[in-house]
């Protein structure tokens, strides 16, 4: 397993896509802190900021306190996901290299696997640069903003590691998607559905009935918004977040290594 890992990130870092994915987030960073407004992809941020009693426009944009406007925008790095599990997974099949590696006797466990810690480790490089790249954007635009309180970082590792868990959640979902369908366009569309379509569907149901709002705490983007306000939720609110990150590594793995065993590979 390990020479297919060290294969495909030599493949990586000599390519153009990861550095593109990269530069796209400090693109991101970069309008964030110049314009002075955090956002998201989607529905839910101006809800959730009344709900857990955050107001925006009291949000300073220096170096120190970039850090809780990044990781209560941590729902937008799931799209940053597509390119990666793509570019992880996808070429050998658009290649045709995968009946070639098959045919050398690898086992389609293993080499799913080996695919699925390639994306992850992936995953938690971009949501490194993620955070590392806004807080020195933050301090070269206003400077770091003063000493961190005590227990801050802790704070901070303590919710960006649930997020973590989430977003590894959406890669065996992204990982699931490239081997069930195999076609960078199929999976593109498919992915982004995943990711927009339950929080507009959501949105519609509640305003039949206030009661649907309920679905959208198995939503993954949206516990990976919620986690954010992490010490405004109450234990039934992380413990559902925690189930859905839960849900969505093992059940997309087990059926992504399932449907691959038997799949036909022309």
């Known amino acids: 397993m390990g020479k297919f890992i060290r294969a495909d990130i030599y493949r990586i870092v000599r390519g153009k896509a ?11 960073n970069v309008l964030t802190v110049a314009i002075e407004q955090q956002g998201t992809v989607g529905a839910g941020m101006y809800e959730l900021d009344e709900a857990y009693g955050h107001n925006p426009a009291h949000t300073r944009f220096d170096g120190i ?3 809780p406007v990044l990781y209560e925008s941590m729902d937008n790095t799931a799209y940053y996901l597509l390119p990666l599990f793509i570019l992880a997974a996808a070429p050998m099949f658009s290649h045709g290299t995968v009946k070639n590696t098959l045919s050398c006797g690898t086992a389609r466990t293993k080499l799913y696997l080996s695919k699925l810690i390639l994306t992850s480790g992936l995953t938690v490089a971009m949501m490194l640069f993620y955070l590392a790249s806004g807080v020195l954007v933050a ?19 303590k919710i960006c590691s649930a997020q973590l868990l989430l977003l590894l959640a959406l890669n065996c979902v992204g990982t699931f998607l490239v081997f069930a369908f195999r076609r960078t366009a199929i999976v593109n569309g498919v992915y982004i559905a995943f990711c927009l379509v339950p929080a507009v569907v959501i949105m ?9 709002v309920r679905i959208y705490d198995f939503d993954l983007l949206g516990n990976i918004r919620k986690f954010g306000f992490i010490d ?3 234990a039934a609110d992380i413990l559902k977040g925690f189930a859905t990150g839960a849900f969505y590594i093992i059940a997309p793995t087990i059926a992504g ?3 691959f065993k038997k799949a036909e590979i022309k």
């Open 139 to 157: 301090t070269i635009f206003h400077g770091y903003g003063g000493t961190s309180p005590d227990g801050y970082w802790l704070h901070v590792l």
């Open 18 to 28: 990861l550095y593109i994915t990269f530069v796209l987030l400090l693109a991101l």
């Open 257 to 259: 290594i399932a449907l």
């Open 65 to 67: 306190h970039i850090v």
């Open 232 to 234: 405004a939720l109450t």
């Open 204 to 212: 519609a149901l509640t305003n039949v009935s206030e009661g649907f």
